[in-house]
């Protein structure tokens, strides 16, 4: 599909999507969402797509929240709020608001490069991704707060699983301000570096990441997510279940201890498995 709010590119093995909306600092909107949900599915499903990257236009901005101006979202959340039964049943069965955000079904490494500004529901999408690299000037917050908006894209379920349930508190009922330095002591941010190399460092990162066998990043990534919440007998089940499911392929585990013993690169008959 052709998208107006957004830029998908492909180079190689990595995908980049960038908001494309600077004029009002990359903040979402119904159509972005809509976009959104339809590049990540295409994301997911080409097989010569290792990794994504997501960032904001520009240097001010990842995304600065919900665009509060969006006639198309109060027309239709007001319409469906007309019948409550039907919303709460569109709301629970919803990819999520910002497009992606309730979906757990891509097991491929995902990696934000957080420009600026990471507010609100700009936030809540950078927690989905699985690790985030901040530029000097990023700031983060959950400035809903002074509207009295609510989470409803993870992050009330994200943010104290990478954080800690004390820090997230602190920090939801605050929405405060804080920069990428914080962000990095607290471990939101895996790095941060100069501006002026964020993209390239994030892109060497996405590289490196393609050149490793795909299938056990995917199966342990998947293990990591299915595993959240569970007891830890039932957490240490699905462990054993994916490393099964990897171990009985023939061009996994065998091909990758037959290239050590013999000392040569692995030869993978296909990426992903």
């Known amino acids: 599909m052709p998208y107006k709010n957004i830029i998908y590119e492909k ?22 969402a809509q976009e959104l949900h339809k590049a990540w599915q295409t994301f997911r499903d080409d097989d010569d797509a290792y990794v994504a990257i997501m960032t904001g236009a520009g240097d001010k901005a990842f995304c600065s929240g919900w665009d509060l101006r969006d006639a198309a979202f109060h027309t239709g959340v007001l319409e469906e709020l007309k019948d409550f039964d039907k919303y709460r049943v569109h709301l629970y069965n919803s990819p999520g608001p910002c497009g992606y955000t309730r979906r757990l079904d891509i097991f491929k490494p995902t990696i934000g490069a957080i420009n600026g500004y990471c507010f609100a529901a700009g936030f809540e999408t950078a927690l989905t991704l699985d690790i985030r690299i901040a530029s000097e000037n990023a700031e983060f917050g959950m400035l809903e707060r002074r509207w ?8 009330a379920v994200r943010l104290p699983l990478i954080v800690g349930f004390a820090k997230a508190l602190e920090l939801a009922i605050t929405g405060r301000r804080f920069g990428a330095q914080e962000a990095l002591r607290m471990g939101l ?27 056990a990043i995917r199966s342990d990534k998947e293990a990591i997510i299915r595993g959240i919440g569970r007891p830890l007998e039932e957490a240490l089940r699905i462990e054993a279940e994916m490393a099964i499911s990897m171990l009985m392929r023939s061009d996994s585990f065998s091909e990758g201890a037959k290239a050590f013993l013999e000392k040569r690169k692995p030869e993978w008959k296909k990426q992903g498995l």
Do not use: K
């Open 189 to 215: 941010v895996s790095e941060v570096v100069p501006q002026n190399r964020l993209m390239d460092r994030v892109r060497e990162l996405a590289e490196s990441i393609c050149e490793l066998p795909q299938g």
């Open 11 to 32: 180079d190689e093995h990595v995908v980049t999507i960038t908001l494309n909306r600077p004029e009002v600092h990359n903040a979402l909107n119904w159509e972005t």
């Open 148 to 155: 009295n908006i609510v989470f409803a894209d993870g992050g």
